[in-house]
């Protein structure tokens, strides 16, 4: 008995799933490092530009240039481990279905609240939908100010 290949379709889903996920602890701390805490109804919410280049000037390995990156945190004050990983299970359907509302390559990490557990998906999803406006609102006026022009007529 012969088992089927897998085909490119499974293998296509599989990778995409990940690719929005942010995972490395270093990547965590250079968001926390980076930005301030902002806050919605049901969670809190970090959010960076991810460099393209590292510190020593050689490119990112994980820099995907047009790929937004979430991490989700849910510490053990939020319950028991059956309800943090229900919270973690819906914060990251929510995440999955308004993803495409962030564009670029930018980090995000949601802290949600204890109620999430207890929130109905629909407005669980609309809450994350305007937590990745504000974030694509921030981002404009990040880009803006960092494209400011430099004055190039003051002597040093």
């Known amino acids: 008995m012969q088992s089927a290949p897998p085909t490119s379709a499974s293998s ?3 990778k995409s ?4 996920r942010l995972r490395r602890h270093a990547d965590y701390q250079r968001v926390y490092k980076a930005s301030r805490k902002q806050f919605s109804k049901q969670m809190s919410y970090f959010f960076t530009l991810r460099p393209q280049l590292g510190p020593d000037g050689t490119p990112l390995r994980d820099a995907d240039a047009v790929t937004p990156r979430v991490g989700l ?3 053990k004050v939020m319950g028991k481990a059956v309800d943090r990983n229900r919270i973690k299970r819906r914060m990251r359907e929510a995440v999955r ?5 962030l564009s670029g390559p930018v980090d995000v990490i949601l802290h949600p609240r204890r109620s999430v557990i207890d929130l109905d998906f629909a407005t669980l999803d609309r809450e994350v939908a305007s937590v990745f406006r504000a974030i694509r609102k921030g981002i404009q006026k990040q880009q803006t100010e960092g494209t400011a022009p430099i004055p190039t007529d003051q002597k040093l």
């Open 12 to 14: 296509g889903k599989a």
């Open 17 to 20: 799933a990940v690719t929005f």
């Open 73 to 75: 945190t849910v510490g």
């Open 97 to 101: 279905k308004n993803l495409s509302a």
